[in-house]
């Protein structure tokens, strides 16, 4: 079995092929926009719209997963797309090219929800994934917990109440002015740094839930960087990013092992771009390992972590076992779309 | 104008909540502030007022989150808008910035709404944060 995967829920325009044989994954391409070697030549100047952007991607971007899986449009069995959340705009191009694929082809179309794609990415590594387990999802946009029956049933059970831990990460970069995107700017200079030479606050951590709160974190970094004593020297900058970076790991350590502790899943999945946070990995890793010691941790490979569109096609597999067929022509796409 | 002085994340919500009660349906509120000066806790004191059961969390991602308003009243919908990431108001007259100014059953509330402010309209109530002078004190000024 063949499945396409399309992902344009926000800057990134991605196309993979998947083949499935006897339920092991083999990834036969995976592309995203800003790598691929065709981008100088359609895309030329990189417009300030995503979605302008998206339009011009998307063609280039299937027709060279395809060529690289040797495979022709004709022989795949399957057309998968992020439906939502994420940015309209974006997710319209996804949504609409897979549909007129869908309907030309005479294939099946699959929705698949972003989030969820996210921590079933892990199975693309075909390690075998006991269920139930705790998720979490780390990004730009969204910071949750979630609890996984199976492949296809689970449940929010806890999530930002503010900002996304991602973006936290963007804000204070912009605040040191490091650049964008923020993350690996910070987990750079991090490595440096002493994570306990300023006090930050831990948000939420102490409340008898799941939820996070990134907001009041970003406000102590403003304040810390008004403070007179902060020169902004290379020193203290270094330090800040380690002291800052520790803040949001400790509070999304702190809230796993209480999802784990409350639920007793079989597995640990992390996923989403922040994923890619090399002290969130190590020190995940280490809690759980030393307070769970039997629960299988599984993390996805670094690029699996950042939007993609294997994680797509990866979830659709699961729905491809789904009697109910999807009306093409009511498909929408929802930038609100929920667990 | 007015000018208020606000010594805590409540006081700011009270501000907004106080606001609220004002409004008639189709207004559209403009904040500017830098990060952290009380934008979004501004937007979720207007929430509270409407008594909007789901946290407001930040649009920056996916620019603009709708929120339904089940209160008894002509208004029947909380926008919330962020052009933090934007470069243009190109982008959200897309998805459809206008529609949503246009209904009257709306209230529109735009964060970094100086980034859009061609497209805004004449009438837009223009809101103003700052850092006040000790830690957790902002200004905030209502044109």
């Known amino acids: 079995m063949k499945i396409l995967g399309i992902e344009t829920s926000c800057d990134e325009t991605a196309a993979a092929v998947l083949k499935v044989e006897r339920g092991k994954f083999n990834l036969l391409s995976n592309n995203v926009s800003s790598q691929i070697k065709t981008h100088a030549k359609y895309g030329g100047i990189v417009p300030e719209v995503a979605a302008r952007m998206q339009i011009e991607m998307i063609l280039p971007v299937i027709q060279e997963s395809l060529k690289e899986a040797k495979t022709k449009l004709k022989d795949i069995d399957y057309i998968s797309v992020t439906n939502g959340p994420g940015l309209v705009t974006s997710l319209v191009v996804g949504v609409e090219t897979a549909k007129t694929l869908s309907f030309v082809l005479n294939k099946p179309l699959i929705p698949v929800n972003h989030l969820i794609a996210h921590l079933l990415a892990n199975h693309l590594e075909n390690k075998k994934i006991s269920y139930p387990a705790v998720g979490l999802i780390v990004s730009g946009g969204h910071t949750m917990l979630v609890l996984i029956k199976n492949e296809s049933k689970y449940k929010i059970i806890g999530e930002t109440q503010d900002d996304a831990v991602g973006e936290a990460f963007d804000k204070v970069a912009k605040m040191l002015n490091l650049g964008y995107p923020g993350g690996p700017a910070i987990s750079k200079l991090a490595i440096n740094g002493d994570r306990d030479k300023f006090k930050l606050p831990r948000p939420m951590i102490q409340q008898q839930n799941y939820n996070f709160s990134f907001s009041g974190l970003k406000t102590a970094v403003l304040y810390l960087t008004q403070n007179k004593k902060f020169k902004k020297t290379k020193q203290q900058t270094i330090d800040l990013c380690a002291s800052f970076q520790q803040a949001c790991v400790d509070v999304l350590i702190s809230k796993t092992l209480r999802a784990i502790k409350e639920y007793k899943p079989k597995s640990f999945l992390l996923g989403g771009g922040v994923a890619a946070n090399p002290e969130l990995r190590k020190q995940l890793k280490e809690k759980i390992n030393k307070k769970f010691p039997k629960v299988k941790i599984f993390i996805p490979e670094l690029r699996f972590t950042g939007d993609n569109a294997a994680m797509i096609a990866t979830a659709a597999y699961f729905k491809t076992k789904d009697k109910k067929k999807i009306d093409i022509k009511k498909l929408k796409a929802n930038p609100n779309l929920s667990l | ?143």
């Open chain 2, 1 to 143: 104008m007015k000018q208020y002085a606000s010594k805590s994340v409540t006081e700011t919500k009270k501000i907004a909540k106080n606001i609220a009660k004002t409004f008639k349906g189709g207004e559209v509120l403009g904040l500017v502030g830098n990060l952290g000066t009380g934008k979004t806790h501004f937007t979720k004191g207007l929430a509270e007022y409407f008594k909007i059961q789901k946290a407001i969390t930040s649009p920056t991602f996916v620019l603009l989150k709708p929120y339904k308003i089940n209160k008894d009243i002509n208004i029947k919908q909380l926008v919330h808008i962020d052009c933090y990431r934007l470069n243009s108001p190109e982008e959200l007259l897309a998805i459809g910035l206008n529609e949503f100014i246009k209904d009257k059953r709306n209230i529109v509330v735009i964060e970094w709404a100086e980034k859009i402010k061609l497209v805004l309209p004449k009438d837009t109530i223009w809101i103003n944060f700052k850092l006040g002078k000790k830690e957790n004190e902002r200004e905030i000024k209502i044109k």
